[in-house]
């Protein structure tokens, strides 16, 4: 079965640093997202991407966080000054269209920030 | 808060046992899928039915859901050690276009 791709699987960062997590999406889905996952917590949303641009995004997405698919095959999620309350699991998924596909879930990048 | 919930939060069986796992939600939806993640790993998609089905089966796996009580449920059958995880459900809602996770039951089995 096709398969999500994320890199790196952990990453260590000093607050206030930036990060891009890296996402390789299945080759034709059209449609991207970020989630996350606290320890312990709920998975929660945090953006939607079609057609390059951001089609949703949730009240965690603010202003340091940022997206983009710069070749047409990554999916690149960037946080400009990294908080300890980013520390998460951070998961990429795609799917071919919206309402009625199943949505393929990355392996996630586990993001600690000290 | 339109997430899901699911019951019981923590489960504990026998192999063999079947263990089921139940979802409930608060708006109108296209599609609720189910997913198994093993512990600090990925979310695996497991089964997805829309909101005109009312049964899907996949293997040892059945899904309900019941559109009027805003609910589904998730079986497993003859349970093995291997099934030891959390299961998430997700809702996709008639508008916008992400889909919202429940807080995951973790069922343990035991072998």
């Known amino acids: 079965e096709p398969e999500v791709t994320q890199t790196p699987s952990h990453q260590v960062t000093q607050m206030g640093q930036e990060v891009i997590l890296r996402c390789v999406p299945i080759?034709?889905?059209?449609?991207f997202y970020w989630y996350r996952q606290i320890l312990g917590q709920k998975v929660e949303f945090l953006v939607s991407?079609?057609?390059?641009?951001?089609?949703?995004k949730s009240e965690i997405f603010d202003d340091q966080f940022s997206v983009e698919r710069p070749d047409g095959s990554n999916f690149t999620l960037k946080i400009r000054s990294t908080k300890l309350e980013d520390s998460a699991m951070y998961f990429c998924a795609s799917e071919t269209e919206y309402s009625f596909a199943k949505a393929f879930f990355g392996q996630g990048t586990r993001l600690t920030v000290v | 808060s339109q997430q899901g919930e699911e019951d019981p939060q923590a489960l504990s069986i026998q192999e063999g046992e079947n263990a089921t796992m139940n979802c409930s939600y608060k708006t109108s939806i296209n599609n609720l899928q189910w997913y198994r993640q093993n512990s600090g790993r990925g979310l695996v998609h497991l089964i997805l039915i829309r909101s005109n089905e009312r049964e899907k089966h996949s293997g040892r796996l059945r899904v309900t859901l019941d559109t009027s009580k805003k609910s589904s449920s998730l079986l497993i059958t003859a349970s093995r050690a291997a099934d030891t995880a959390s299961y998430f459900c997700?809702?996709?809602?008639?508008?916008?276009?992400?889909?919202?996770f429940g807080t995951g039951t973790s069922l343990t089995v035991i072998p």
């Open positions: 080759s034709n889905h059209l449609y």
């Open positions: 991407f079609y057609n390059n641009e951001i089609s949703e």
């Open positions: 997700a809702t996709r809602q008639t508008r916008g276009n992400q889909f919202y």
